[in-house]
């Protein structure tokens, strides 16, 4: 039976993608030095929410996942960001795979709220690996072992790599989801009036900016 250990060591936007995305380089190691034919690798990746400082201002944004403060004793929680199953090709010793992850703006996802609430600094994640390692057996024949959850790894991911990979798709833009009928509401008030924009039709129905601050 062969043991992997699995290890996070670095992780960066993807550039020239379809959409933000993620990359992150997971070694494998036969700790024996066993030649592997491939393994099936099944990733979950979590947000240890929990083992992060917050300040008074992540408190305030984080208020619709978490609650108020004082219940985050409770409150406070793992969020599972990303699930992904990759081929790790054959290997003899020890290899890198990278595990990709696409992210979303949209501020309803758990996740994407999270880390919209973090300037900077990092976040612990949590890998959990499982699958399926294929290596020769006795004789020569295919050995096939199972991964249990109890596989993982840690990493520190820093918050500026998930901004950069939103801000080269996103930059000074949010999104924003509505439901259809409050959508077609705006688009008739737009075409009606006659306006280029989403923007000047929301502008159009806010307050003045100087009248937002209570002046």
Not at 73 to 100: I, M, Q
Not at 125 to 146: M, W
């Amino acid at each position: 039976m062969i043991e992997l250990v699995f290890t996070v060591v670095d992780a960066a936007r993807v550039e020239y993608a379809a959409v933000p995305t993620l990359r992150f380089v997971v070694r494998v190691e036969a700790p024996g030095g066993e030649a592997v034919r491939s393994v099936l690798l099944d990733t979950q990746i979590q947000i240890a929410a929990r083992r992060r400082h917050y300040d008074a201002a992540a408190y305030d944004r984080l208020f619709e996942l978490f609650g108020p403060p004082a219940d985050w004793g409770t409150t406070l929680r793992t969020l599972l960001w990303h699930r992904a199953t990759v081929v790790v090709p054959a290997f003899t010793g020890v290899t890198e795979v990278d595990v990709t992850v696409p992210c979303t703006y949209d501020l309803e996802v758990a996740a994407s709220r999270y880390f919209d609430a973090l300037p900077d600094g990092v976040v612990p994640l949590e890998f959990l690996f499982s699958g399926s390692v294929f290596a020769a057996g006795p004789g020569g024949g295919l050995q096939v072992t199972r991964l249990s959850w109890e596989q993982e790894a840690e990493y520190r991911f820093p918050v500026r790599v998930w901004r950069e990979a939103i801000d080269t798709y996103f930059r000074g833009h949010a999104w924003l989801r509505l439901r259809r009928d409050a959508f077609d509401r705006l688009a008739a008030y737009k075409s009606r009036n006659a306006l280029a924009t989403w923007e000047d039709a929301l502008d159009s129905l806010l307050p003045a900016r100087e009248e937002v601050g209570g002046d």
